[in-house]
């Protein structure tokens, strides 16, 4: 769609893909869905056990500092996922 949502949800989308999403996007719940989205879950934007287990489990992955949140290094190493 290309209401206020959608375009906020494609500008998300775009910042996502260049790797600028950081510490600051992180309370946004379509940054929360576009990470959960990359984590393989069912994206529903808001951050229980199974996004941080999942999130747990792509930092150890990748050997960044395993917290279970959406720190910036996370959110960067998102980036590459599909």
């Given at each position: 769609r290309l209401d206020t949502e959608g375009v906020r949800a494609l500008?998300?989308?775009?910042r996502g893909?260049?790797?600028?999403?950081?510490?600051?996007?992180?309370?946004?719940p379509v940054v929360?869905?576009?990470?959960q989205g990359r984590l393989?879950?069912?994206p529903d934007a808001r951050w229980g056990n199974l996004s941080t287990q999942a999130c747990r489990a792509h930092q150890?992955?990748?050997?960044i500092l395993d917290t279970g949140t959406l720190?910036?290094?996370t959110l960067v190493s998102l980036r590459g996922v599909l």
């Open positions: 500008e998300v989308l775009t893909r260049r790797g600028e999403l950081g510490a600051a996007d992180v309370a946004d929360i869905a576009w990470a393989g879950l069912n150890r992955r990748v050997g720190t910036a290094a």
